[in-house]
């Protein structure tokens, strides 16, 4: 009797952890710099233009190449073995990963300025630029949570855009960061580190709008 206890018990903590494996899975690709990525400026971009759609398509342009075009250069990376996933796990593979990154958000402020964008648009590529320098930067000697510091600087962003109700995509932070720490991607102290330096530095938009 004893003896099925155990295996029920046993059974009942695999099945448990399996799920908030599974789940930790769902959050991070879900809530991936890759998609929330493309969330923010377009978001920004519609609310902070006299005519949405325009706002809209301006932040799909400035996502391209904030998201896309870096994302495009991981791909290339896996395929020639300079990184092992989209999400870059290693360390060591970061540097050149945030360069490229760095030069895209650059050409994207270039293009943006010349097309009439938003202000506060504008402002949200080059606040991704101190982001993403930072996170370069601490990368060299440890490894911060890119996911965190992306979703809690687009919950800023939203916050400024939209106002405080906004502060319910915290729950989203929260929510990749948890997953982010169960997959041993990260450590407590790394997805929290990222979620307050992406919080502070997209909160400067504060003083543009």
Same mark, same amino acid.
């Given at each position: 009797?004893?003896?099925?206890v155990d295996v029920k018990a046993r059974t009942s903590d695999g099945e448990s952890g399996?799920?908030?494996?599974?789940?930790?899975?769902?959050? /991070?690709?879900?809530?991936?710099? *890759?998609?929330?990525? $493309?969330?923010?400026?377009?978001?920004?971009?519609?609310?902070?233009?006299?005519?949405? @759609? &325009?706002?809209?398509?301006?932040?799909? =342009?400035?996502?391209?190449? !904030?998201?896309?075009?870096?994302?495009?250069?991981?791909? @290339?990376?896996?395929? /020639?073995?300079?990184? /092992?996933?989209?999400?870059? *796990? &290693?360390?060591?593979? &970061?540097?050149?990963?945030? $360069?490229? +990154?760095?030069?895209?958000? !650059?050409?994207?402020?270039? +293009?943006?300025? =010349?097309?009439?964008?938003?202000?506060?648009?504008?402002?949200?590529?080059?606040?991704? +630029?101190?982001?993403?320098?930072?996170?370069?930067?601490? *990368?060299?000697?440890?490894?911060?949570?890119?996911? *965190? !510091?992306?979703?809690?600087?687009?919950?800023?962003?939203?916050?400024?855009?939209?106002?405080? @109700?906004?502060?319910?995509?915290?729950?989203?932070?929260?929510?990749?960061? @948890?997953g982010r720490v169960v997959l041993r991607d990260h450590t407590s102290a790394q997805v /929290?580190?990222?979620? !307050?330096?992406?919080? $502070?530095?997209?909160?400067?938009?504060?003083?543009v709008k």
């Amino acid at each position: 009797m004893t003896e099925q206890v155990d295996v029920k018990a046993r059974t009942s903590d695999g099945e448990s952890g399996g799920l908030r494996l599974r789940l930790a899975r769902v959050f /991070t690709e879900l809530l991936a710099p *890759s998609v929330v990525g $493309v969330i923010c400026p377009v978001a920004v971009g519609a609310l902070s233009d006299a005519h949405a @759609w &325009r706002g809209a398509g301006l932040g799909l =342009l400035g996502a391209v190449f !904030a998201i896309g075009l870096p994302y495009a250069y991981i791909a @290339w990376l896996i395929r /020639t073995g300079g990184a /092992t996933d989209r999400h870059v *796990s &290693r360390r060591e593979d &970061r540097p050149k990963v945030l $360069v490229a +990154v760095l030069i895209c958000l !650059a050409a994207g402020i270039s +293009v943006l300025v =010349l097309l009439g964008a938003p202000p506060l648009l504008v402002c949200l590529l080059a606040s991704e +630029v101190l982001l993403v320098l930072a996170c370069l930067v601490i *990368s060299k000697f440890w490894k911060i949570s890119m996911h *965190s !510091a992306v979703a809690a600087g687009t919950a800023a962003a939203l916050v400024v855009a939209l106002g405080p @109700w906004a502060l319910l995509a915290g729950i989203a932070v929260v929510a990749v960061s @948890w997953g982010r720490v169960v997959l041993r991607d990260h450590t407590s102290a790394q997805v /929290t580190a990222g979620a !307050a330096l992406g919080a $502070v530095v997209l909160s400067l938009l504060a003083f543009v709008k």
